[in-house]
């Protein structure tokens, strides 16, 4: 019989938890850098940024 350690499990969540918190920040990171690469072009078409990215979501 496997004997059950509860600390083995406590580590498990603390790792999907560190996994989950990273990736969260990854993907922050991701739509702000790509909010702010597109502010220049849209400042340009003097656009909201509503109409802009709807605009940007509908072309593809």
Known sequence: M????PT???Y?????FAVAATGAVAGL???TEFVVSNR????ARH???RTYYRGL???H
Do not use: E, P
């Open 57 to 59: 979501a509908l072309s």
């Open 47 to 49: 656009q909201t940024v």
């Open 12 to 16: 498990f969540i603390y790792l999907v």
């Open 2 to 5: 496997v004997s059950f350690d």
């Open 29 to 31: 990171a991701a739509v």
């Open 8 to 10: 083995t499990l406590g």
């Open 40 to 43: 220049r072009t849209r400042v």
